[in-house]
């Protein structure tokens, strides 16, 4: 294989503070107001936001730095619009927290480092990886199992829904053997929009499928929003994206 982009890159002030650290999670989607591929990328430092329609060029648009308590960004994912973004921290007792990219699109903010709104389902959980289904954020979360979070109002998020598939307990020192608040229990989660369909896999039980009652499937045209997730409609291309001529 050969690239075809460099991705984009760590800002040098960030990298230069953090050497030999790159991104851990991201997240690609569509932004039909703009018509761009953006890239949301957690990793050193921080969140950042890349305009990556030119893959040669990446354009820095915004981030997320100089936050209390982070040096390095873990899990970033935004709403359908691209303004409300949720991230996480991969050590215990750190909430999800939920920003406002807003400024720093608009160009009224040189970087965002102030959070509107945090969730964790208890003080010493963990929560995890997400996927995000306006208006709801399903969350893996360790020892404290799927989680699921109601965000339709960022500053306040609260939980809706959750199962314990492990049922087991925090580990104790957990920190000083290497590991991240505990690392049992459910590590992944995903959604599959055509009927609402849930699956979390669990390090100690396996696999795990859930039916969450009222949410039988997810289009962002159901809440006034585009049809933009982590889900990629191979077969039509992002919502609004230009449509490329077909190759005889």
């Not at 709104?117 to 996927?131: F, K, T």
């Not at 959604?191 to 699956?199: E, K, Y």
């Amino acid at each position: 294989m050969r690239p075809c982009a460099s991705g984009g890159p760590i800002p040098p002030d960030a990298a230069q503070r953090y050497p030999n650290r790159g991104y851990h999670d991201m997240y690609v989607g569509y932004d039909p107001a703009n018509k761009r591929d953006v890239f949301y990328g957690a990793g050193a430092g921080g969140y950042y936001i890349y305009d990556v329609t030119d893959l040669a060029n990446p354009k820095l648009l915004t981030s997320v730095t100089g936050i209390a308590g982070v040096e390095y960004g873990h899990t970033f994912v935004v709403d359908p619009t691209g303004r409300y973004a949720m991230t996480e921290n991969e050590y215990q007792y750190a909430p999800l927290r939920m920003w406002d990219l807003k400024p720093g699109l608009d160009g009224t903010a040189k970087t965002i480092s102030r959070p509107i709104g945090a969730w964790i389902p208890q003080w010493n959980s963990l929560p995890h990886n997400i996927e995000m289904r306006w208006p709801y954020a399903f969350v893996s979360d360790y020892e404290d199992g799927l989680q699921v979070v109601n965000i339709m109002d960022p500053t306040n998020p609260y939980t809706v829904g959750y199962y314990y598939s492990c049922d087991c307990p925090h580990p104790q020192g957990a920190a000083g053997a290497g590991l991240v608040g505990g690392e049992n229990g459910t590590w992944g989660v995903d959604i599959r929009n055509a009927d609402g369909l849930i699956v979390a896999s669990d390090m100690q039980t396996g696999f795990w499928a859930f039916k969450m009652d009222g949410f039988d499937g997810w289009n962002g045209h159901q809440w006034g929003l585009p049809n933009v997730s982590s889900a990629q409609d191979w077969d039509n291309g992002p919502e609004g994206a230009p449509k490329p001529g077909k190759v005889s």
